[in-house]
């Protein structure tokens, strides 16, 4: 199947120390990535704020392997602490192979 050449807009949200690259949750299970993001990333409602040292490049690879190139644009930039800090810590799905290990 050939891959066909796309690209999808996100928004970086930064403060003086970090910054997280916002995009859909359920992008990274499309992805078959959402094992592979840390606890450095965040959660809100329906969006993942992947951490930029290891999150965004894993996502952000992850998209140019399916042919996608991933333009980002700056978002909100916080003066002090972004609030993005203070949002749930991103959790990996648990596998059904992971639960059949602990049954």
Known sequence: MAKSKTN????IHSDPG???LAVKTRELSEL????KITQFSFVKGKTTYLEEDADMATYVNAQKERGVTVEIRQG????NKCPVRY???Y???VTQAADAVTA
Do not use: E, L, T
């Open 91 to 93: 959790q990996a799905p």
């Open 18 to 20: 970090h910054a997280w």
């Open 76 to 79: 909100r930039v916080w003066p």
């Open 32 to 35: 078959g990535i959402a094992d």
């Open 8 to 11: 999808v807009v996100k928004f």
């Open 87 to 89: 949002f749930d810590s």
